[in-house]
């Protein structure tokens, strides 16, 4: 299954990225920046082999994934021969002993769908639908329902997943970065090992066709793509049905597969944490106004 890339609108410069000016258009907050106690969560319901399972949308992945607890759950037997490399976000890769065949069936639907997912060790969760599978039964468009949306407050050290922008991309646009230690992130990647940013670009102009938003992007030294696009504004602003003309796919090749899902695990290290969990424990004791978010970064 295809990979998807993407194409900045004609009259363009060659980069859909555009230095911080005045704003305009949306401006897309990232949850990294907001309480860090809640998070929006995407999922997909839906049954394999009759057995209820939460997935995870990805179109960031090159095919579907199973993880292991899984396929052993269900009693699956990986198709012998079929070993293959994955190559996660940060460019290392990790080998899949295999693929199986399952039949899968959206929730509230009679129809199945034949799909081969692939065994990824130490995967976070139990099935991954990727890009190809998600755009031909059309839940990115038609059927973008499917994918349901809910904000949950959730454990200190997790969250959802974030904008990226590789480092070299981010040096020959010029982009400013900003290295400051508060964005230096702890990301988990696809196959559970983890990666650190380097900082974040503030406040650039996103475009793809006439749709502009300006984002902030955390940067990644070794991301595989130039730009890796959060959930939140793929799904949010129902990227793929309000800008189809400017996506093509792009074959990741017969021997290798491409999982770029990454999730925000920790914003901050040691005693920055601490304090962030303080802050937010004072702010729910004491009522809003009483504290600044300056007690935080003056302790960088």
């Given at each position: 299954m295809p990979n998807v890339e993407w194409l900045p609108a004609k009259e363009a410069p060659p980069s859909a990225f555009h230095p911080p000016t005045r704003r305009s258009g949306n401006r897309l907050l990232h949850a990294a920046h907001k309480n860090?106690?809640?998070?929006?969560?995407?999922?997909?319901?839906?049954?394999?082999?009759?057995?209820?399972v939460e997935a995870l949308p990805d179109t960031g992945a090159s095919e579907c994934f199973i993880s292991a607890s899984m396929v052993q759950k269900l009693g699956l037997s990986q198709a012998p021969g079929t070993e293959k490399t994955v190559t996660v976000a940060n460019g290392t890769q990790t080998l899949s002993p295999g693929c199986v065949h399952v039949k899968w069936k959206f929730a509230k639907e009679r129809k199945t769908h034949p799909v081969k997912c692939w065994i990824l060790p130490g995967c976070a969760y139990d099935v991954i639908l990727g890009s190809g599978f998600l755009k031909a039964t059309q839940t990115l468009t038609k059927w973008v329902n499917r994918i349901k949306?809910?904000?949950?407050?959730?454990?200190?050290?997790t969250g959802s997943d974030v904008m990226l922008v590789s480092l070299k991309y981010a040096r020959a646009l010029g982009l400013s970065i900003d290295d400051s230690a508060s964005h230096k992130l702890e990301l988990e990647l696809g196959d559970e090992s983890t990666a650190y940013t380097c900082g974040l670009v503030?406040?650039?102009?996103?475009?793809?066709?006439?749709?502009a938003t300006r984002c902030d992007f955390y940067v990644l030294e070794d991301l595989n793509v130039d730009v890796v696009l959060s959930?939140?504004?793929v799904f949010d602003l129902d990227i793929y049905s309000e800008c189809s003309g400017y996506l093509f796919d792009v074959d990741a090749g017969q021997d290798l597969l491409e999982l770029c899902h990454i999730r925000l695990i920790s914003r901050y290290g040691g005693r920055l944490n601490k304090l962030e969990e303080?802050?937010?424990?004072?702010l729910e004791e004491e009522g809003p106004g009483i504290h600044?978010?300056?007690?935080?970064?003056?302790?960088?």
């Amino acid at each position: 299954m295809p990979n998807v890339e993407w194409l900045p609108a004609k009259e363009a410069p060659p980069s859909a990225f555009h230095p911080p000016t005045r704003r305009s258009g949306n401006r897309l907050l990232h949850a990294a920046h907001k309480n860090p106690k809640n998070i929006t969560r995407y999922a997909v319901l839906g049954e394999i082999d009759g057995t209820p399972v939460e997935a995870l949308p990805d179109t960031g992945a090159s095919e579907c994934f199973i993880s292991a607890s899984m396929v052993q759950k269900l009693g699956l037997s990986q198709a012998p021969g079929t070993e293959k490399t994955v190559t996660v976000a940060n460019g290392t890769q990790t080998l899949s002993p295999g693929c199986v065949h399952v039949k899968w069936k959206f929730a509230k639907e009679r129809k199945t769908h034949p799909v081969k997912c692939w065994i990824l060790p130490g995967c976070a969760y139990d099935v991954i639908l990727g890009s190809g599978f998600l755009k031909a039964t059309q839940t990115l468009t038609k059927w973008v329902n499917r994918i349901k949306r809910t904000v949950v407050s959730l454990p200190r050290d997790t969250g959802s997943d974030v904008m990226l922008v590789s480092l070299k991309y981010a040096r020959a646009l010029g982009l400013s970065i900003d290295d400051s230690a508060s964005h230096k992130l702890e990301l988990e990647l696809g196959d559970e090992s983890t990666a650190y940013t380097c900082g974040l670009v503030h406040d650039v102009q996103w475009n793809v066709g006439d749709r502009a938003t300006r984002c902030d992007f955390y940067v990644l030294e070794d991301l595989n793509v130039d730009v890796v696009l959060s959930s939140e504004y793929v799904f949010d602003l129902d990227i793929y049905s309000e800008c189809s003309g400017y996506l093509f796919d792009v074959d990741a090749g017969q021997d290798l597969l491409e999982l770029c899902h990454i999730r925000l695990i920790s914003r901050y290290g040691g005693r920055l944490n601490k304090l962030e969990e303080q802050f937010f424990e004072d702010l729910e004791e004491e009522g809003p106004g009483i504290h600044s978010l300056d007690l935080i970064a003056g302790e960088r």
